[in-house]
């Protein structure tokens, strides 16, 4: 018996790297899916229908069931499409997988206001569609006494929520943005049975991160591979069993560490009884220690901030931004 038997999922950008994994690993588990993709390339052009049938056909021919849909998140009617795909093929919809990603790196004084709508398009407003046509279903069913578990499980990444990295400008606020919608989701939906949890992985192999320096290396022979992007399949399966008690979480996976986010937190602060001046509060908030990007940014790549390295820091920072 799998921990899935019986439920329907719909994955978003299933066609690919850990959306495709997540679409396997579900399957052997038990679930019928939905296999979602446009076959895009990283920037959200061209298409390839062969993408989500590719995925489709090997988890028919593992003995699984599974149909594609070639819909984009981002269009209002193909995401209400790719939810009724799963009513026509398999009678419900249990479980929605919003994984579906592009990128547009640039600095910010480069982007322009197609690439920007463009990324937050596929990853913000296109997590918010599927999952809207999706709770529409959900509401339904609750109202007609249906009292099954569903589940969406949204994705975002360390790039918006720990690491502030140069020219991922509207990347980094669309995944942002997946962690708030996920809780306010959570908090929404759960009148009507619906669990929303978001998943945030980190150094997974696909085309997305083959120049993150160490991602690319050929991996070790046999063995476990933490870098393989698989490792987010039983994180995403867990959140999405029908058994699961969590809701309203962000979980980071990196290989097999798996962290839960606590997301902006209260640091200090100061008050006063009446309203502040602007010198006044410069004077109080100047005595007030506050993060930094660039330490943030250098915990992320595994070191910690001295002068020199601001310096080398920003060089990099320089160097990216100069490339276009
Ligand atoms: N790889 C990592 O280490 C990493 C790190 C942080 C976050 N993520 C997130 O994980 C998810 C999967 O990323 P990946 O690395 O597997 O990328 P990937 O490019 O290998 O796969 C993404 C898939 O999404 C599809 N897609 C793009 N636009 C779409 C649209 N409009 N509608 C439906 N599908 C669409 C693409 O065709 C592609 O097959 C993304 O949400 C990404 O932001 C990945």
Redesign the pocket.
């Known amino acids: 018996m799998g921990s899935l038997d019986g439920r329907v999922v719909l994955i978003?950008?299933a066609?690919?790297?850990?959306?495709?994994e997540e679409a396997l690993f579900f399957a052997a588990e038990g679930a019928k899916i939905v296999v979602?993709?446009?076959?895009?390339e990283?920037d959200?052009t061209g298409g390839d229908a062969g993408?989500a049938a590719g995925v489709a056909e090997e988890i028919v021919a593992r003995g699984g069931q599974a149909v594609a849909s070639t819909?984009?998140?981002?269009d209002w009617e193909g995401a209400r499409r790719m939810v009724a795909t799963a009513l026509d093929a398999f009678g419900d919809l249990h479980v929605v997988v919003n994984?579906?990603?592009?990128e547009r790196n640039l600095g910010l004084a480069d982007l322009g206001e197609d690439e920007f709508d463009d990324v937050v398009a596929?990853?913000l407003k296109?997590t918010f569609a599927v999952t809207r046509w999706a709770a529409r279903h959900w509401r339904e069913r609750h109202v007609a006494g249906d009292r099954v578990d569903r589940a969406v499980v949204n994705?975002?990444?360390?790039?918006g929520l720990l690491n502030p990295l140069p020219t991922q400008a509207a990347?980094a606020s669309a995944?942002a943005g997946v962690a708030a919608l996920t809780t306010v989701a959570a908090l929404e939906l759960g009148r009507y049975g619906v669990r929303v949890n978001c998943v945030?992985?980190?150094?997974?192999?696909?085309?997305?991160?083959l120049e993150v320096p160490g991602?690319g290396a050929e991996p070790p022979a046999g063995g476990f591979d933490p870098l393989h992007?698989s490792a987010?399949a039983p994180v995403a399966a867990f959140l999405a069993a029908a058994d699961c008690p969590v809701t309203g979480q962000v979980l980071s996976v990196r290989g097999s560490t798996v962290t839960v986010n606590q997301g902006w937190s209260r640091g200090p602060s100061v008050h006063q009884a009446g309203p502040w001046t602007v010198a006044g509060l410069a004077a109080e908030l100047g005595g007030v220690p506050l993060e930094d990007p660039f330490d943030k940014l250098a915990q992320a790549l595994g070191g910690a901030l001295g002068v020199t390295g601001r310096d080398q820091l920003q060089e990099m920072i320089n160097a990216q931004l100069d490339r276009r």
Request: no cysteine.
């Open positions: 978003t950008g066609g690919r790297g850990i959306g495709r979602n993709d446009p076959g895009v990283i959200g993408v819909d984009s998140v981002s994984n579906a990603a592009i596929v990853k296109g994705t975002s990444s360390g790039s990347y995944n945030s992985p980190s150094m997974a192999r696909t085309r997305l991160t991602v992007p987010v």
